[in-house]
């Protein structure tokens, strides 16, 4: 990683290596490069950034969720866009509220797609965030007892019984299809800052965390030129969502 930053750094002519740069060398090894030569046409990019605006405000006003880091709509490694949070401290162990809003963040993309487009436009590009979701869920029914049908067991894959695989099935779609309920009751109550941010997200490609909150008031942020402010990338324990 320090290799890569001294390389940026020499690119942009800095007489330093910067935080900025340590940050866009963490990006690029842990995402992949930046894609801006990607094909992409204007309608795709409107709609990744709908998909990244829709996790990143339910990153904002989600009870438990991580604090919204970053959100871009450049092309990264494999994604079109990615949102990333960072916990405020190091973080030990998960309450029940906190894995219910990494479901309802997970699926803010799906769901910002459907709101805007309709369900017969949802694409494919959820495909990633609909399975980290379905593991947290099932993390969540199996560990760590959270599932009033099943009660506070631990159930090891190998003793559990097909009906019993059944009854998992069960919650785990319940916890997900009721995270999409939550989200989209959200997404629907904030369609106007979602428009504001996924134009923004078109404009200025990436955002931090105070610059969406900035955008989604209708105030004034950097102009497109000037760089982001440089945020402390020193923390473990992020999430990143395609």
């Given at each position: ?11 942009e ?11 866009w060398?963490?990006?690029k090894?842990?995402m992949?490069a930046?894609r ?17 605006g ?15 880091h ?8 494999h994604?079109?866009?990615m ?15 906190e894995?219910l ?18 369900k017969?436009s ?8 609909i ?12 560990y ?53 941010l ?32 440089e ?8 999430v990143?969502?395609?």
């Amino acid at each position: 990683m320090v290799n890569q930053a001294a390389i940026q750094a020499s690119r942009e002519g800095a007489s330093s290596v910067k935080l900025n740069h340590f940050e866009w060398a963490k990006d690029k090894i842990l995402m992949g490069a930046e894609r801006k030569t990607a094909a992409i046409s204007d309608k795709e990019k409107l709609m990744t950034a709908y998909h990244e605006g829709g996790h990143a405000l339910a990153a904002l006003y989600t009870e438990g969720a991580m604090p919204l880091h970053k959100v871009t709509c450049v092309p990264r490694g494999h994604s079109l866009g990615m949102t990333t949070q960072l916990p405020e401290n190091d973080r030990t162990s998960q309450t029940y509220t906190e894995f219910l809003a990494t479901i309802d963040v997970c699926m803010g993309g799906r769901v910002a797609e459907e709101l805007v487009y309709g369900k017969n436009s949802v694409t494919s590009g959820a495909s990633s965030d609909i399975q980290k979701a379905t593991q947290v869920a099932r993390s969540m029914v199996k560990y760590y007892g959270y599932s009033d049908k099943l009660g506070p067991v631990f159930m090891a894959d190998e003793e559990v019984s097909p009906q019993v695989k059944g009854q998992v099935d069960e919650e785990v779609r319940k916890l997900v299809n009721e995270g999409v309920f939550r989200v989209t009751a959200l997404l629907t109550e904030k369609k106007d800052e979602l428009d504001k941010l996924a134009h923004a997200l078109v404009e200025y490609e990436t955002l931090n965390g105070e610059e969406v909150k900035k955008v989604i008031k209708g105030e004034r942020i950097r102009s497109v030129l000037e760089p982001m402010e440089e945020v402390d990338m020193s923390k473990d324990g992020g999430v990143r969502l395609d």
